[in-house]
């Protein structure tokens, strides 16, 4: 096929409100370099991180709940996801589906021509292990809310699957995402995981995820989203925040207490959600999307035994799993709605309210 030399592409410009997203139809196609892959995106997934990032929301100067509006002050040596400064502009969008159409130089050509979804995860491929050498995809590098991207070719899997590519871009961010949480707290088969905001991407897949494990998994949601939660195979779906959080679950499950918490919420309620684990559970968080700032008693960590685990970078063959999980039908996916790209602020406005249950794609 002719790759065209301008493409349309909406582009972060600076950090701020939703007019630093910029559409362009000019924008120039980019050119794969040695080792990568061109891809024509089918579709691309909406995330967090792509607020995060544009509003500078991870930055330390900021301790407010992520809101998707712009702040009065943003520090510029911390604005990403790993506290470091973004380069301007910057197309966003990590979970980029598409078709490889051209082969940089050295890489291998059975990728031409295969469907392939990204790892969003960039990599230091001599050290793939180590989380201080890894990048974003759409964050460290340009992404996928364009109608081309170029990705290492170590960074894509051709996927075998019947499910259409809106489908496929709700997977590879809010899943491994889950799944990395899930690893890190060692959940397997007699575990009783709570999962907050469990409607929304990383919540659905958790439920899912944690299913496939064997776990009985409690859901947290608004009344409105409860048959979608259910759906998705929660054994217990709560009120998002109950006020008697140890009543609800002794009435639900016959103990008040859960082995493991996955959090994606924090905020205020951070310490009710502590307090009804286990002696010796384990709390997992990749996200705070109702504000960072929580307050710990110490007593209670050390003397309930508990552990809390950090997620972001995930495990180089989680990526690889998650092929195999929706190759194999073990999960699906939970596709809320599809915008076109150039409806980006609408499809944005659309996942920062929340309305919806599961994934916001956009396509080109």
Not at 112 to 118: A, G, S, T, Y
Not at 276 to 303: H, K, N, Q, W
Request: charged content about 20%.
């Amino acid at each position: 096929m002719t790759i065209p030399e301008t493409m349309n592409a909406v582009v972060l410009e600076g950090h701020g409100g939703l007019e630093k997203l910029v559409w362009h139809e000019d924008w120039p196609t980019p050119q794969p370099a040695p080792g990568e892959v061109l891809i024509k995106i089918g579709a691309c997934g909406l995330n967090n991180t792509d607020v995060n990032t544009r509003s500078g929301w991870y930055s330390k100067t900021v301790s407010d709940a992520t809101t998707g509006d712009a702040y009065r002050e943003v520090g510029n040596d911390d604005p990403t996801w790993g506290g470091r400064p973004i380069t301007f502009p910057r197309i966003q969008g990590a979970d980029a589906v598409g078709t490889v159409v051209g082969l940089g130089e050295g890489t291998l050509s059975d990728l031409m021509d295969k469907r392939v979804m990204v790892d969003c995860w960039l990599r230091d491929w001599s050290d793939p292990d180590n989380r201080d050498k890894t990048g974003y995809f759409g964050s460290e590098s340009n992404g996928g809310f364009a109608q081309y991207a170029v990705v290492d070719a170590r960074n894509v899997a051709v996927i075998r699957s019947d499910l259409s590519d809106a489908e496929l871009a709700t997977f590879s961010c809010s899943y491994t995402t889950g799944e990395g949480m899930l690893s890190r707290a060692h959940v397997t088969a007699g575990d009783t995981v709570l999962v907050t905001g469990a409607s929304g991407g990383v919540g659905s897949a958790l439920i899912q995820l944690a299913k496939r494990r064997g776990a009985c998994v409690v859901a947290l949601a608004s009344p409105g989203k409860h048959d979608d939660v259910k759906a998705l195979g929660a054994d217990v779906v709560l009120e998002r925040a109950p006020e008697d959080l140890k009543a609800a679950l002794k009435a639900a499950t016959g103990k008040d207490t859960a082995s493991v918490v996955a959090d994606i919420v924090g905020g205020p309620y951070w310490g009710t959600l502590i307090d009804v684990l286990e002696r010796g559970g384990r709390y997992t968080c990749s996200g705070a999307i109702a504000g960072p700032m929580v307050e710990l008693d110490l007593r209670t960590f050390y003397l309930r035994d508990l552990t809390l685990t950090g997620s972001t970078v995930v495990a180089p063959q989680i990526f690889g799993d998650l092929v195999g999980y929706i190759e194999r039908g073990e999960i699906r996916p939970v596709l809320a709605a599809t915008y076109p790209l150039q409806d980006f602020h609408a499809a944005q406005t659309a996942f920062i309210e929340k309305k919806h249950t599961g994934n916001i794609v956009v396509v080109p």
